[in-house]
Structure formats: structure tokens, C-alpha cells
């Protein structure tokens, strides 16, 4: 019951922190480029306001448009309840595990996809296809990295694998997990849609790849699926910080411990946020067709983890 | 690493507002307040070139940048009009644009707010008259905020915003 009860308040605040990761990442961009840039609150209020606005639908667009965004962020919240956050123990092991995760994250960019190309516009059409192509390279990089540490653990669930990792830290500078987080952190900007991929601040459609998608949708569904995103990339930065560092990760249900890993969380998705803000504002945005190039990289990486970690059982 | 250190040796750039804008800004018509309230400090901006020169676009192109930073007071331009709560109109609407005008704010979410930059937008300025001009902004879609000037500077584009958004009062001043 405590550890349900737990799930719940990590799903909670997992969803609740999300804008203000995507709000910080943003003020420590604005800072390196010498503005002042909005609060770290911004996005809640954009939030606010798009959920407050009314909706205009294209005359062409089908049920699938109306569908898409409930899907998206239902599954971003059913993946969000399978990540270990401030505790090992997952009651929603039992449910779902690491290919349950991949599975839910590739099922929201299937109906992201759709929602584009359903009412049919040029920039829809463009953005689906894009992200089709980075999926199909970035998914299964993301499964075969988690599955290296997996070989390791002896288990695909993601509590598990923290758990392996803070009994054997030897493990985590070995090459297999090393490996394994350079493949994660490529695959994760490219799936959450940062630079050098694809540019969160860009109002140019001739580059944009998620935006692209979601410019037809508006007031409340465009906040969903806002809220959405923002989930995904933090997620995502929890799943990296839980999986390679679970330091910090209550082992036991008792308030102490859980306390002082909330704490830890916040302090790992600071570091990580900074980091991501420090990379956007170091390079540049890769040209569309070497986007495949990097991914395979990536892929390779995660190849070798996964051979790495199974020979070293 | 040569990049960050030129990013700490310039520090912050952003200017504060000037206390008078060097050209006037006039409240077209009284805002509803149900707009004001709900928009507050989250405002999507689309930028609709109608026709014009495109000296008010260089002007605009200011406002993202450092020096003037239009994210400090929570605005951001954004690809699409269903994104958009503001749509700010440069230049007199020619008669290519005038139908892709309407439509767009038609394809704008209420609620909305519209906010005419130049002189151009006003009184057609020098393209006045022409055959290939259809009228100034008011006459294809309700302007909320006037911004004269040609071109006017980023500093009057975001008094003007600001107005539109009832920021500007003195009793409602953000900050």
C-alpha cells in the first residue's frame, strides 16, 4: 500500500516538476546569451493560459486530430508511472517494465505522427515524416542501451537495474555501462527534440521536426501536448540520472529516505538541465540529412554496450 | 571553452524599457478584460507581414535578441496562428494579403489581440493610393493597438505590446 501510495506521489511529482525543468533549462539558455530571459515559472504560466484558450479546429481534420493528444499524454503518463523517481520499489514493475516503457513512448510519437499529418497541411505532412525517420533510429537505441544495464542486472525491470547498480557501483564505470549512457544521452536529444537534432526555440518551419506536428493544434489540446513533451524530456533526464547514477535512490519506504531522495532527484535533474542547456548553447543544429549519421553513431554505441555487458556478465 | 569565457566577460546585455516611448501609441479600443486576465504574462506573438517594406521587420527582428529581450516580459513569436495570442500587422495590407489577413487572424484562437506596427498600418504611408493597395490593418481586421514610426524602434514595438496587455498602467506596472 506504502509503496503504491509512493508510485503515485513519484508519477505527481514527476508531472508537476516537468514545466519548470523545460522553464529552467530555458532561463539558463537566456543567461548564457546574455538576456535576462523569462522566470523559471514561464511555462506554468504558458500553461495556464493555453489550457484558458479557446480551440480552432481545421475543417479537414478527422477524429484522429481530436484523438492524438489524449493518446499522447496518456501513455507519456502511463511511462512516466513506470520510472523509478525517488524510490527502487515499483509496484508498477508488475504492470510494465523496460520494454513496456519503449513501447508507451514510441506508441505517443506514432499518435504525435498521426495528428500531424491528419488535417493534411504542407508543415504536418513534413514534421511526421521527420520524426518517423528519427524514431526508427532513436527507439531502438534507447532500448538496447537500458538493456545493456539490463544484461548486467539479470532484469528488465527499471527498479531492478537501479538497485543492481547501487549493489555493484564497480559496474557503473565499466565499459558496457559507459557505453550504454553515451548512446542514451544522444538518443535522448534526439527523442525529446533538443539541439543538435531538432531546435526547441526555432519558429522556422523549414527545420522544425515536433513543432512541425503541433501547429495545427490549439488552446487545450496544444497545452496537453506541451505538457506532454515536457514530461517526456523529463523523464527521460530522470531515467538517465536513475539508471547510470541511482546514488541517492531511497531503498527503503520510510520518510527519511525518501526525503533526502527527493532532494538527490532535484539536485541530479539541476545538473543535467544545466548540462543540457550549456550543450544547446555550444552547438549548432545539425543539417537534417547527417541527423541519421549521429543516430547511428549513437545506435553503434549501444550495440557495443549491450555486447559489452553480456561478455562481462 | 573560448565561447564561455567571452559569454562571462559580457555578462548581461538586456537594456531597461526607456520611461517614454519617442514615438505615440494609441489604445485603438478598450480591451476586454477577460483577455488581459487570461493572458497576463504568457503571450504568444505571430507576426503577419501585410505588405510592408520590411523596415518594421528589421526592427522586429530586435526584439528576440539580447539587447531588448521580449522573453523577459513572457512574450514569444511563434510559427503559427493557432499558436498565437497576438498578431502584430506591419505594413498597408496589399490585396495578395489582404484574404491570407483575415484568414489568419480568423485561424487565431480567441481570445486574441491585434497590434498594428508603423506608420504604414495606420495610413497606408507612401504606398497610400496605390492600385495595389487594399487599406490600412483597421480595414480587414479589428486593431487594438496603434505603434506609429517609420520604422518605430524595438523599444516602441514592445511599449506597444505591453499596452495592448494592459502592462503599462501605472497602477498595473509589472516589472
Known amino acids: ?313 | 571553452m573560448r565561447l564561455f569565457s567571452k559569454i562571462a566577460r559580457t555578462g548581461i546585455v538586456t537594456e531597461a524599457l526607456p520611461d517614454q516611448p519617442e514615438n505615440p501609441i494609441t489604445l485603438a479600443r478598450q480591451i476586454d478584460e477577460r483577455a488581459r486576465a487570461l493572458l497576463g504574462r504568457a503571450v504568444a506573438i505571430r507576426e503577419v507581414d501585410a505588405g510592408s517594406c520590411n523596415g518594421c521587420e528589421v526592427e522586429i527582428a530586435g526584439l528576440p535578441g539580447p539587447v531588448y529581450d521580449m522573453e523577459r516580459f513572457g512574450l514569444h513569436f511563434v510559427a503559427s496562428p493557432r499558436h498565437a495570442d497576438l498578431l502584430l500587422v506591419t505594413g498597408p495590407v496589399t490585396r495578395n494579403m489582404a484574404v491570407p489577413l483575415r484568414k489568419t487572424y480568423e485561424a487565431t484562437p480567441d481570445p486574441k489581440l491585434v497590434v498594428a506596427v508603423g506608420d504604414c498600418a495606420r495610413t497606408c504611408g507612401v504606398f497610400a493610393g496605390s492600385y495595389a493597395v487594399a487599406g490600412p490593418v483597421d480595414t480587414i481586421v479589428p486593431v487594438d493597438v496603434y505603434v506609429d514610426g517609420c520604422p518605430p524602434s524595438p523599444a516602441d514595438i514592445l511599449r506597444g505590446i505591453l499596452t495592448a496587455l494592459g502592462r503599462l498602467d501605472p497602477s498595473r506596472e509589472g516589472r
Open chain 1, 1 to 313: 500500500m506504502a509503496a503504491l501510495l509512493l508510485a503515485a506521489a513519484e508519477l505527481v511529482l514527476l508531472m508537476a516538476l516537468a514545466p519548470g525543468v523545460v522553464g529552467y533549462t530555458r532561463w539558463v539558455k537566456a543567461r548564457l546569451q546574455g538576456r535576462r530571459g523569462a522566470g523559471v515559472l514561464q511555462p506554468y504560466r504558458e500553461l495556464r493560459k493555453t489550457f484558458g484558450k479557446s480551440m480552432v479546429i481545421a475543417d479537414s481534420a478527422s477524429w484522429i486530430f481530436h484523438l492524438a493528444p489524449w493518446v499522447v499524454t496518456a501513455s507519456t503518463v502511463a511511462a512516466a508511472a513506470l520510472v523509478p523517481v525517488v524510490s527502487v520499489h515499483q509496484p508498477a514493475d508488475q504492470l510494465g517494465d523496460l520494454f513496456a516503457l519503449m513501447a508507451l513512448l514510441i506508441l505517443g510519437t506514432v499518435f504525435l505522427a498521426l495528428g500531424g499529418l491528419d488535417p493534411g497541411t504542407a508543415f504536418g505532412g513534413m514534421g511526421s515524416s521527420r520524426e518517423m525517420t528519427v524514431a526508427a533510429l532513436t527507439e531502438p537505441t534507447l532500448a538496447i542501451a537500458v538493456l545493456a544495464l539490463a544484461l548486467t542486472s539479470g532484469s528488465t525491470s527499471l527498479g531492478a537495474i537501479a538497485g543492481t547498480v547501487l549493489a555493484n557501483p564497480a559496474n557503473a564505470i565499466g565499459p558496457g555501462h559507459a557505453l550504454a549512457f553515451a548512446a542514451f544521452l544522444i538518443a535522448m536529444l534526439a527523442e525529446t527534440g533538443r539541439l543538435p537534432i531538432d531546435n526547441p526555440a526555432t519558429h522556422l518551419e523549414l527545420t522544425m521536426i515536433h513543432e512541425a506536428m503541433i501547429l495545427e493544434y490549439s488552446g487545450p489540446y496544444l497545452a496537453l501536448l506541451e505538457w506532454a513533451a515536457a514530461t517526456k524530456l523529463t523523464l527521460l533526464l530522470v531515467l538517465a540520472a536513475n539508471m547510470f547514477a541511482p546514488w541517492g535512490i531511497a531503498t527503503a519506504i520510510e520518510p527519511g529516505a525518501v526525503a533526502r531522495s527527493v532532494g538527490v532527484i532535484l539536485a541530479k535533474l539541476l545538473v543535467l538541465a544545466t548540462l543540457l542547456a550549456v550543450l544547446e548553447t555550444r552547438v549548432a543544429k545539425l543539417r537534417l540529412f547527417r541527423v541519421p549519421e549521429l543516430l547511428a553513431v549513437s545506435f553503434t554505441l549501444a550495440l557495443l554496450a549491450a555486447t559489452s555487458s553480456f561478455f562481462s556478465r
